[in-house]
């Protein structure tokens, strides 16, 4: 695969390809001989934010893949920064795609329940976290309802 110079060029086509081909070896040996470390953070937010209008089969694929990288490839640390970034532009991705705070509330979840980060925020994050924290709570009203219409 030939890929770009500049770190946002050269992680775009692994996300790419990971989202067509849904292969999480060649994702992670991809990532791991780009050897940009200190990128991996963009690639993160790269990989989620390019989901976030998609289908439940994408967002099932961006939301497992941070688990199989981490600690493996992409370091905790890694992983936060690249959310943080991500929900500095969550007011953005809201205007394009009405449930986003939805959307990232779960990527958010999952990465804390597969124990990779606790995301600290700082001040300024605070008031988009808030926002999140409130889609995660209308995500998880809405699957309480409809558990008990099942019953």
Excluded: W
Aim: glycine share 4%; proline share 1%.
């Amino acid at each position: 695969m030939v890929l770009a110079v500049n770190e946002h060029g050269a992680v775009t086509p692994i996300v790419e390809e990971y989202f067509t081909t849904g292969d999480v070896d060649l994702a992670t040996s991809d990532l791991r001989d780009l050897d940009l470390d200190e990128h991996h953070h963009y690639f993160i937010k790269k990989q989620i934010s390019t989901v976030v209008d998609r289908h439940a089969k994408e967002k099932e694929m961006a939301l497992a893949l941070p688990s199989a990288l981490y600690a493996d490839v992409i370091s905790a640390s890694h992983i936060s920064h690249g959310f943080i970034i991500l929900l500095g532009s969550a007011e953005d991705l809201a205007i394009d795609v009405l449930d986003a705070v939805e959307v990232l509330a779960l990527f958010v979840a999952r990465v804390i329940v597969d124990g990779i980060t606790l995301l600290h925020f700082s001040i300024e994050r605070r008031k988009c976290f808030r926002e999140i924290l409130r889609g995660l709570l209308r995500l998880l009203k809405r699957a309480l309802f409809q558990l008990l219409m099942q019953s």
